[in-house]
């Protein structure tokens, strides 16, 4: 399985990690911003891709594919142990 959607980012590569997650919560304020604007859907979905690919640079500081790949299962199971998917 591909982790990543984005190549890597220049300006993540040379961030640190602190920078990278400010980045994170800017992002995710836009996200919020444009659901309360109401904005249109193609808005609303090119702010959540933002967010993946700076969630994408910080996963690059933190870890490799295997790694990456390995906390996906880790958070699905916990979360399909809670009942947060149907079937």
Known sequence: ?????FPPNEKAAHSTKIEQAA???EECAEVI????????TSHVLEELADVVQV???????YG???AIEA????????CRE?????G
Do not use: I
Not at 33 to 40: E, H, I, K, S
Not at 71 to 78: F, G, H, M, N, P
């Open 33 to 40: 911003q444009a659901v309360a604007n109401n904005d249109p």
């Open 1 to 5: 399985m591909g982790c990543y959607v």
């Open 55 to 61: 969630v994408e640079g910080l996963q690059r500081m």
């Open 23 to 25: 980045k994170l919560a």
């Open 71 to 78: 906390s996906y299962r880790l958070v699905y199971a916990k």
């Open 64 to 66: 490799n594919d295997r």
């Open 82 to 86: 809670r009942g947060d998917y149907n």
